[in-house]
């Protein structure tokens, strides 16, 4: 049985807020993740259409307006159901918000190891996407590295 609980802030860190069948996947991953000896961290799972917006208009933003993203799917009951995640080793930090090189390099192994266990669940990562140049880049990744996202998700 789902049990729905109100979502009030205009994002979500939940997993309960994921379609279970890209879940079940996720938390395939995660798994491997923390084999390897990784902390993974989901710092968004569903959030508002209004909220992808607002991302959108950051320069290191997302590219998918509101509606059009996979954190922003709900079920046929209007709950949240998204197929996507972003996930980072420890957390989302400021650092990582605000691209500071040393935080990110150190990210990177546990990125590309992120991309490997997606790849390997059948889903997609955003490591893979180098159409834009991002701070990512210089990494070798493409421009949105800590998500990952159903196969059904486009």
Known sequence: MFVY??????????????EIGFRRRLDTVLEALRSDGYTPVVSCTWRSAALQDVLVQLPSGTQAAGGQSCHNRVDGEGRPAAT??????????LGLFLGDPRTMAAQVGFLRALGRHADAAGLRWGGDWHGSPSAWSAHGLGWDPAHVESGRCR
Do not use: F, K
């Open 84 to 93: 996507a995640a972003d996930v980072w080793d420890g957390g989302l930090t």
């Open 5 to 18: 609980v109100a979502v009030a802030a205009p994002w979500s860190t939940d997993l309960a807020h994921l």
